[in-house]
């Protein structure tokens, strides 16, 4: 065969062969940037929500009234923030970023909960068979927590062709665990979103 001839095949090859090849192009953003991919849930949400639910929170007057009526801090304990909504969403960065938030404002203390709390009592109980009596935690001296806080993510989707809205709605509550009455109420409805397909009329 003339070699003229098997040029163009070379060539498909070493393109082919290339693309296998090649690697995805990464590139640095800074933390803040909003970066906005697929339309779904993102950092950018988890911030934007977690600013406004713990700004809303430590500035209730039920709050503020509760915590100065304590004549201490008061003890919070996490619990579950469900997801509700159509889609994967880490609820509990959701939570971590709260507790975070409130317990750096100097406001409140937290105890551990979950897995944590269990592991917590594992070792405490493996001490005292383990440790020495001078050392060893003592049992059933824990302290016990004031307020749960709790909350849910939900999402309504709205579609027509090739368009589509997001709208998420995020809730979070803190509830007094002696008397089951609600110390606070935050809801988030402001991130929405619409997606265009390629090639769908908007």
């Given at each position: 065969m003339n070699k003229m001839a098997l040029f163009p095949v070379f060539f498909v090859i070493l393109s082919i062969l290339g693309g296998c090849a090649s690697t995805p192009k990464v590139s640095r953003v800074e933390s803040g940037t909003v970066v906005d991919l697929?339309?779904?849930?993102?950092?950018?949400?988890?911030?934007?929500?977690?600013?406004?639910?713990?700004?809303?929170?430590?500035?209730?007057?039920?709050?503020?009234?509760?915590?100065?009526?304590?004549?201490?801090?008061?003890?919070?304990?996490?619990?579950?923030?469900?997801?509700?909504?159509?889609?994967?969403?880490?609820?509990?960065?959701?939570?971590?970023?709260?507790?975070?938030?409130?317990?750096?404002?100097?406001?409140a203390d937290f105890v551990a909960g979950g897995a944590t709390r269990e592991s917590l009592r594992a070792e405490r109980l493996d001490q005292q068979g383990n440790a020495s009596e001078a050392t060893a935690k003592a049992l059933a001296n824990e302290t016990g927590a004031d307020f749960l806080l709790t909350g849910s993510v939900k999402a309504v989707v709205d579609r027509a062709g090739g368009t589509s809205t997001r709208t998420y709605f995020v809730r979070a509550e803190i509830t007094d665990l002696e008397t089951n009455k609600r110390l606070w109420l935050g809801n988030n409805d402001g991130i929405k979103k619409v997606i265009k397909q390629p090639g769908a009329k908007l």
């Amino acid at each position: 065969m003339n070699k003229m001839a098997l040029f163009p095949v070379f060539f498909v090859i070493l393109s082919i062969l290339g693309g296998c090849a090649s690697t995805p192009k990464v590139s640095r953003v800074e933390s803040g940037t909003v970066v906005d991919l697929s339309g779904y849930w993102n950092d950018t949400d988890i911030r934007i929500v977690c600013d406004s639910l713990v700004k809303d929170c430590l500035d209730s007057p039920r709050v503020s009234m509760a915590l100065a009526q304590m004549g201490r801090l008061p003890v919070f304990l996490v619990g579950p923030f469900r997801n509700e909504s159509d889609e994967h969403i880490d609820t509990s960065i959701i939570a971590d970023t709260m507790e975070q938030a409130i317990f750096n404002s100097g406001r409140a203390d937290f105890v551990a909960g979950g897995a944590t709390r269990e592991s917590l009592r594992a070792e405490r109980l493996d001490q005292q068979g383990n440790a020495s009596e001078a050392t060893a935690k003592a049992l059933a001296n824990e302290t016990g927590a004031d307020f749960l806080l709790t909350g849910s993510v939900k999402a309504v989707v709205d579609r027509a062709g090739g368009t589509s809205t997001r709208t998420y709605f995020v809730r979070a509550e803190i509830t007094d665990l002696e008397t089951n009455k609600r110390l606070w109420l935050g809801n988030n409805d402001g991130i929405k979103k619409v997606i265009k397909q390629p090639g769908a009329k908007l």
